[in-house]
Every structure is written in C-alpha cells, then in structure tokens.
C-alpha cells in the first residue's frame, strides 16, 4: 500500500496542533499495511513552525494568490536574467507586482493566524515574509521547496 500524495498533502493542511498526531497515525497505517519505506518517509516529517504552517495554509487555501506570488517570481528571474544579458527591462513594474502580492499574501496568513488562534507576531510575520520572498526567488527549480509541503521556513 503505497502513500498517496493526497495523505500527505492532507498533513500539511491540518491545523498545527493535529500534524505529529495524524502524521504518526498515517505511518502506522502505512506500516501495517507493508510500505515500510513510506512509513518511514511519513514519520520523518518534521512538523512545522507556526510560519511555515501557516505559508503551507496559504498555499491550500489561497491559491490564486499564491500562484500570482510564483508567477511574479518567475517573470523577475526572467527580467534579471536578461538584464543581465545586457537587454532593458522595466524592473520596477516587476517589483511592484510581486510586492503588492506579497502584502495581500501576508494580510491573508495574518488573518489565517488570528482564526486558528495563534499571535501573528511581528517575528512570524516577518519569518511569513521571508519563506513567502525565498519560495518566489526559487520558484520550481531543482531542489526548490515543496510549496504546500513546508517543514521549515524558506531563506
């Protein structure tokens, strides 16, 4: 019985205080079904800091924003890019989109917070920023966290 990516992705969208509960109960499952190797998998989950929990939620259940946030990532890496070929780009424009996004994504993940009880801190807020900024900059490069998936927070 192999693990379904939906299990999983179902982990990271509980609320915090139910992920090492619901994680342990999956590898269980998993385990006395014969997939030890995704048992362990499972179990080697790291749950994650209110921040990342909370970027994971937004990924869930913000998409649209979310994606807009990727997106503005990508075409900034392509504009650099370029510029640095040597062509003219309007970078301001670029900035400005992925900032604007960025403000609506943590007023949602301060809103997220306050609902499900938790303090949206100046320090999560700014670690919200940071993982949100840092999942731009990677986008879907090799290596690049798994947005939705988050087990810490993003540089």
Same mark, same amino acid.
């Given at each position: 019985?192999?693990?379904? &990516?939906?299990?999983?992705?179902?982990?990271?969208?509980? $609320?915090? @205080? *139910?992920?090492?509960?619901?994680?342990?109960?999956?590898?269980?499952? =998993? &385990?006395? !079904?014969?997939?030890? *190797? /995704?048992?362990?998998?499972?179990?080697?989950?790291?749950? $994650? @800091?209110?921040?990342?929990?909370?970027?994971?939620?937004?990924?869930?259940?913000?998409? #649209?924003?979310?994606?807009?946030?990727?997106?503005? #990532?990508?075409?900034?890496?392509?504009?650099?890019?370029?510029?640095?070929?040597?062509?003219?780009?309007?970078?301001?424009?670029?900035?400005?989109?992925?900032?604007?996004?960025?403000?609506? =994504?943590?007023?949602?993940?301060?809103?997220?917070?306050?609902? /499900? !009880? &938790?303090? $949206? /801190? @100046?320090?999560?807020?700014?670690?919200?920023?940071?993982?949100? *900024? #840092?999942?731009?900059?990677? !986008?879907?490069?090799? #290596?690049? $966290?798994?947005? !939705?998936?988050?087990?810490?927070?993003?540089?």
């Amino acid at each position: 019985m192999a693990t379904s &990516h939906s299990e999983v992705d179902a982990l990271f969208q509980l $609320p915090l @205080p *139910e992920f090492t509960a619901a994680r342990n109960s999956l590898a269980s499952k =998993l &385990h006395k !079904g014969g997939d030890k *190797e /995704s048992a362990a998998h499972v179990k080697a989950l790291a749950k $994650p @800091p209110i921040s990342a929990w909370v970027v994971n939620q937004l990924f869930w259940r913000n998409r #649209g924003t979310f994606d807009r946030l990727l997106t503005a #990532g990508a075409r900034l890496r392509q504009a650099q890019a370029s510029q640095l070929a040597g062509q003219v780009t309007n970078l301001r424009e670029l900035l400005t989109a992925q900032r604007e996004t960025l403000t609506e =994504l943590s007023r949602q993940a301060a809103t997220i917070l306050s609902e /499900s !009880g &938790h303090q $949206p /801190s @100046p320090d999560v807020m700014r670690r919200v920023t940071m993982t949100l *900024e #840092g999942l731009a900059a990677q !986008g879907s490069l090799d #290596g690049a $966290p798994s947005a !939705g998936r988050l087990t810490a927070d993003v540089d």
